[in-house]
Nanobody, 129 residues
Framework: QLQVVESGGGLVQPGGSLRLSCTAS????????MSWFRQAPEKEREGVSC????????HYADSVQGRFTISRDDAKNTVYLQMNSLKPDDTGVYYC??????????????????????WGQGIQVTVSS
């Protein structure tokens, strides 16, 4: 059974940093693109970042460009989201999603309505003083 589990969330002051991890089980990461999403209270889930299976292609939402960095370590079956210069607007539940399984080097998806292979349960990130 494909599963992904997020970790690394918590409370941080504005301007601070957090690193989220997404660890896969039941499958190995190579050939899976991976994505991060977030959902703030009373708002729709939105794409934050994604990374192709090769790691050679990444995409970011405009709101996090230049502050967040997505990366992957296939040997550890883990994808990371390094979040710097955090703002209160970054507060929300962050989700990791696996998929698609693909050989296309440049493909990753930030659309939350895509049928991903697996979703994590989410982890809370709160940016507040």
């Amino acid at each position: 059974q494909l599963q992904v589990v997020e970790s690394g969330g918590g409370l941080v002051q504005p301007g601070g940093s957090l690193r989220l991890s997404c660890t896969a089980s039941g499958f190995t990461l190579p050939y899976y693109a991976m994505s991060w999403f977030r959902q703030a209270p009373e708002k729709e889930r939105e794409g934050v970042s994604c990374i192709s299976h090769s790691g050679g292609t990444t995409h970011y939402a405009d709101s996090v460009q230049g502050r967040f960095t997505i990366s992957r370590d296939d040997a550890k079956n883990t994808v990371y989201l390094q979040m710097n210069s955090l703002k209160p607007d970054d507060t929300g539940v962050y989700y990791c999603a696996a998929g698609p399984l693909t050989t296309i080097e440049t493909l990753c998806i930030m659309a939350p309505n895509h049928e991903f292979e697996a979703w994590g349960q989410g982890i809370q990130v709160t940016v507040s003083s």
